[in-house]
């Protein structure tokens, strides 16, 4: 099993400000294999980015993903107040697994 | 737009049964691979099982494997979720999402199974 270890496990920041979300694979995956997740307080996950880099639609481009190998990187360029919210790494290279989630929360 | 609704949700004892439905409108359901994920009251995501299209393939978590049987009526646009031998630690909300690579949830807000005796 591919195991995604997201870190940090909470990023304290504030509006305005960027936010850089990491997440490490046991082992190298695809880039065409890796999607990130957001959800929200009392609501079902919606996807952001998949395939490492490609936003999904309706999604604004202050999110982007980037990465390769073992390592992808989630960033929010300019955190707006509905950014706050859990975060999400999925792996469909072998089989499915998530990350267990990186919290941004409001300083 | 999709639009997913799970239902079927419950009380039950360790080691009895249920089965969990979400009905799909919005989208060719036939078209599309369908995936069960849930999650643990204050926990993270777990993906549980993906069905192809006609349901002739289906892969499962370890966590489940054994336990747990995905199936789909396309005719009825409806996706399943059998789940024998509850334990307690399958007390969670569970969600259907469309596709098994990426996923969508449609908005769906999931059907809770709680398993204590």
């Known amino acids: 099993e591919i195991v995604l270890t997201q870190s940090p496990g909470t990023l304290t920041l504030s509006p305005g400000e960027r936010a850089t979300l990491s997440c490490r694979a046991s082992?190298?995956?695809?880039?065409?294999?890796l999607a990130w997740y957001q959800q929200r307080r009392g609501q079902a996950p919606r996807v952001l980015i998949y395939g490492t880099s490609s936003r999904a639609t309706g999604i604004p481009d202050r999110y982007s993903g980037s990465g390769s190998g073992r390592d992808f990187t989630l960033t929010i360029s300019r955190l707006e107040p509905e950014d706050f919210a859990v975060y999400y790494c999925?792996?469909?290279?072998?089989?499915?697994?998530f990350g267990q989630g990186t919290t941004v929360e409001i300083k | 737009q999709v639009h997913l609704v799970e239902s079927g949700g419950d009380l039950v004892k360790p080691g009895e049964s249920l089965r969990l439905s979400c009905a799909v409108s919005g989208f060719t359901f036939s078209n599309f691979y369908m995936t069960w994920i849930r999650q643990a009251p204050g926990r993270g995501l777990e993906w549980l099982s993906y069905i192809d299209r006609d349901g002739t393939t289906t892969d499962y978590a370890d966590s489940v494997r054994g336990r747990f049987t995905i199936s789909r009526d396309n005719a009825k646009n409806e996706l399943f979720l059998q789940m024998n031998n509850l334990r307690a630690e399958d007390t969670a909300l569970y969600y259907c999402?469309?596709?098994?690579?990426?996923?969508?949830f449609g908005g769906g807000q999931g059907t809770l199974v709680t398993v204590s005796s």
């Open positions: 999402a469309k596709g098994h690579t990426f996923i969508d």
């Open positions: 999925q792996q469909y290279y072998n089989s499915r697994t």
């Open positions: 082992q190298g995956i695809s880039t065409s294999s």
